[in-house]
């Protein structure tokens, strides 16, 4: 039987894969007195006298709100906030199995910026910490600015973000492996959506100076007309060269190769151009930009995707998990830069020199120490940088 078919019959047989478990005994007279009314009215009046008391009597100091629209889900594309239900509750189930954070799916259905933000923004009291998940683009960056913008927890579209700091954490092993300082590679970026668009941001906040993107029309330049808003703003941070043409030609001598695009966009002869020892990232899900024998072929040194059946597997879990686990426990108003860029060097240094090599520049996604690194680099971050509250 293969995945298709076992995932079906097990979604079936599960019938959901997350549950509401009570934390409180409810067997007698005594116990309805003190977990409902009328004992309940006491935490009652302390919440409205100071809000921040909800975090110390109620779950929220715990609980993340895990929310899409349907409109960008798993390479599925828009299939709708119900369907894609079974993707957001998985996601719950990750945040409980890694770092024991609560976790809610909500399916908001609406493709309205508008009606999405205030949404969210009316049931943000409830919770610690918002995940927004598989929201198209360039609407995603619209939400979550605005979210930012009125919420006092932490607003985190996970495709970007989570994406960004494990790339993040990619790029500083393989630099360490190859030699390599960060602040002087020459990195092409395939792909200006929402992951490549925020992977890029957060590269150049970890040091990279020298980044060209390219989309499907070709090298992504500032004046080109054919460029959304967000992309005409990524060409004024890039290709201060003023590249024009298509991937082969931004590739040449490029140091690094990151690709969050289409299947099967590079060949190895493209690889070959490049500089000595070269890194590419290629995780197009679940084929990437090339194979990795492919890209071997050509001369690359190192070599990630996204698939857990090749070495350097690219994922997220090794990212959102702790980060959230870090910026609940300081009950933190915002994931901001430091944090990311904290959990990003937290990723990378549980795999130390004695380990590192070609095959194995990233931690195994059951690696038990990631979590508590990247979770207690974010607490740092967050204090350090003083977003933290307690």
């Not at 910026?113 to 995603?140: H, K, M, Q």
Request: with cysteine.
């Amino acid at each position: 039987m293969d995945f298709k078919d076992r995932a079906l019959r097990a979604h079936e047989e599960w019938a959901g894969k997350i549950e509401v478990i009570a934390r409180c005994a409810v067997n007698s007279r005594d116990d309805l007195s003190v977990a409902y009314t009328p004992g309940v009215a006491e935490p009652c009046l302390k919440i409205k006298e100071d809000v921040s008391l909800s975090y110390k009597y109620t779950r929220r100091h715990n609980l993340v709100a895990v929310i899409t629209d349907g409109t960008a889900v798993l390479g599925l594309g828009d299939i709708g906030p119900e369907a894609g239900m079974p993707v957001m509750e998985g996601k719950c189930a990750l945040f409980k199995a890694f770092a024991d954070v609560d976790a809610f799916p909500i399916c908001v259905k609406s493709k309205d910026v508008d009606e999405i933000v205030r949404t969210i923004e009316l049931i943000s009291g409830s919770f610690g910490g918002i995940n927004l998940e598989d929201i198209s683009a360039p609407r995603c960056f619209e939400i979550e600015r605005r979210l930012k913008a009125v919420c006092d927890i932490p607003v985190f579209h996970d495709d970007q973000h989570g994406t960004a700091v494990c790339c993040g954490a990619a790029l500083l092993n393989a630099c360490r492996l190859t030699g390599r300082k960060v602040e002087e590679i020459k990195m092409v970026v395939n792909g200006c959506g929402a992951a490549a668009i925020a992977v890029t941001r957060f590269l150049m906040f970890l040091g990279v100076k020298n980044i060209t993107m390219v989309e499907r029309f070709g090298i992504v330049c500032e004046g080109d007309d054919r460029l959304n808003p967000a992309q005409a703003e990524m060409a004024a941070l890039t290709n201060r060269a003023h590249q024009t043409g298509v991937l082969a030609d931004a590739l040449r001598g490029a140091d690094v190769f990151f690709g969050m695009s289409a299947p099967q966009v590079m060949t190895a002869e493209m690889v070959s151009t490049m500089a000595k020892d070269p890194m590419v990232f290629a995780m197009a899900n679940p084929v990437p930009e090339i194979w990795p024998e492919d890209a071997k072929k050509g001369g690359a040194a190192v070599v990630g995707t996204g698939r857990s059946d090749y070495p350097n597997q690219i994922n997220n879990v090794l990212a959102f998990p702790g980060i959230f686990r870090g910026a609940l426990d300081v009950r933190a108003s915002d994931i901001n830069e430091e944090m990311k860029l904290a959990a990003a060097r937290a990723i990378a240094a549980c795999v130390p020199d004695s380990a590192l090599s070609a095959e194995y520049i990233m931690p195994m996604a059951f690696d038990p120490q990631v979590i508590r690194a990247v979770a207690d680099a974010v607490a740092a971050a967050a204090r350090k940088s003083g977003v933290a509250r307690i």
